[in-house]
């Protein structure tokens, strides 16, 4: 397994398995042109950040979509894991945990201090996974509120 940055001719595949994470996620219709124009900003190299594909015989079987940001709290950069997918049938071959560890790397090389995300509270697989890394739960919550209309 080669885990490593997405290439421009490469970013096709990897919107194939974003569609697939948000279909996780329940959206029913992904929008691809949007998808195009939004993930594009993630090709190294990007001022927003990274897209990370985890590849096997030359297929891309899992990414992850990182964000440069940084926390006022602490006053450090943070790199933001925002979405970790590995095709279903390679769930349990550690993808994922060769994804993060990447992220982890990312991190360091660019300074940051630390390496954030979130997943849902009934993905309880992600978190079995997450837990393995060593990675320690927040107490925080998460709002939002709608700024479309």
Request: glycine share 8%; charged share 25%.
């Amino acid at each position: 397994m080669e885990i490593r940055p997405l290439r421009h001719d490469e970013l096709a595949a990897g919107l194939a398995l974003i569609a697939d994470y948000q279909r996780f996620y329940g959206v029913a219709q992904p929008d691809e042109a949007r998808n195009a124009a939004f993930f594009a900003r993630f090709v190294a190299p990007s001022d927003a950040g990274e897209l990370l594909g985890a590849f096997a015989g030359g297929a891309l079987i899992g990414y992850a979509c990182l964000y440069w940001t940084f926390s006022s709290v602490s006053a450090t950069d943070v790199v933001l894991l925002n979405d970790l997918y590995v095709l279903p049938e390679q769930r349990g071959d550690r993808v994922g945990e060769a994804l993060i560890a990447a992220t982890v790397a990312v991190a360091r090389d660019r300074g940051a201090a630390r390496v954030r995300w979130w997943t849902a509270i009934d993905n309880r697989r992600a978190q079995r996974l997450y837990e393995r890394t060593g990675a320690e739960r927040s107490a925080w919550f998460e709002y939002e509120i709608d700024a479309t209309g």
